[in-house]
């Protein structure tokens, strides 16, 4: 009974050292496995759709038709491939201004005024709302009757505008839309990245006689580069993949929703409107492979700087 109960406590020992020695992977492993299993399922049964000629319903027969449905995508240069041009317009466009605005409005906001946490708040409010309320919120602004937006116009005594329902408009419509929702974010993480910088470089090249362009080009920008690629990297994959705001603004705004179809547009058009469920899978993980290339060309581009 004694040599029993030591082989139980030695045991018992050993689980203590081996879990203690391994317990972030023990705290951590449940999440993981679940993350994992929310990726992992979803997408295999994507790919497995994606080799097939799932339609109308999927209860009906499924058949097996190889790279069918990719070569049908990849060739189509009638609406994917102009999905794709718009995709890339947009995430440009839109990423390119909000980095700009993003740092001009932290740059303001570095240094401490009165009303500093006022201001603050004010400029963060587009992040409040869900991109659903703000898409539904612009298409009544933008409303060519009696938007809000048209009105002001004839206040200064200029003709109306089309805006989302002008199929030349809509998409630069919607970008501002884009980029006065999300700018604040990329204000935050900059402001974040400058609040964090020592002040003794600049200070220095201050002493030596720099200007403030100098010293923001050759001292602040450099010492903000870490936070500067982050917030690039995040808002360039989530514009990449931006539906919401699309659909809520233009897909209830009039027109057709071929005037802003992204890769995400035209993929939900494809699996929710024709009930083509293979070929709208072959979309998605065409799409998928695209945003996994552009994270790796930017992981790339930053490890190549540092």
Do not use: C
């Amino acid at each position: 009974m004694t040599q029993t109960n030591l082989r139980g406590s030695q045991f018992g020992s050993s689980l203590s050292i081996w879990a203690n020695r391994h317990r972030k992977w023990i705290f951590a492993g449940p999440a993981v496995i679940f993350v994992a299993a929310l990726i992992i399922i979803p997408l295999s049964y994507t790919i497995y759709l994606s080799f097939t000629d799932a339609a109308n319903s999927l209860r009906a027969e499924i058949n097996f038709i190889g790279f069918e449905n990719y070569v049908a995508v990849l060739t189509d240069t009638t609406r994917f491939w102009p999905a794709v041009g718009r995709t890339v317009t947009f995430t440009v466009g839109v990423v390119a201004v909000e980095l700009a605005l993003g740092m001009g409005i932290a740059l303001l906001l570095r240094r401490p005024f009165r009303g500093e946490r006022i201001v603050r708040g004010i400029i963060l409010l587009p992040l409040v709302a869900t991109p659903i309320a703000v898409g539904m919120m612009w298409r009544l602004i933008f409303e060519p009757s009696i938007g809000f937006a048209n009105q002001l116009l004839n206040w200064f005594g200029l003709p109306d505008n089309g805006w989302i329902s002008d199929p030349n408009q809509a998409l630069p419509t919607l970008m501002f839309v884009d980029i006065w929702q999300w700018t604040p974010m990329m204000v935050l993480i900059l402001l974040a990245g400058l609040t964090s910088l020592p002040d003794e470089p600049d200070e220095a090249a201050r002493v030596d006689g720099a200007s403030a362009f100098q010293r923001f080009r050759y001292v602040t920008l450099p010492l903000l580069m870490p936070a500067l690629i982050a917030a690039v990297v995040l808002r360039s994959i989530d514009a990449f993949k931006t539906f919401d705001i699309l659909y809520a603004t233009k897909g209830t705004g009039g027109g057709s929703l071929h005037e802003v179809e992204t890769v995400n547009i035209y993929a939900y058009g494809e699996n929710f409107l024709y009930s083509r469920y293979g070929l709208a899978s072959a979309v998605l993980v065409v799409f998928f492979a695209m945003v996994l290339i552009l994270v790796a060309i930017q992981l790339l581009r930053r490890k190549k700087d540092y």
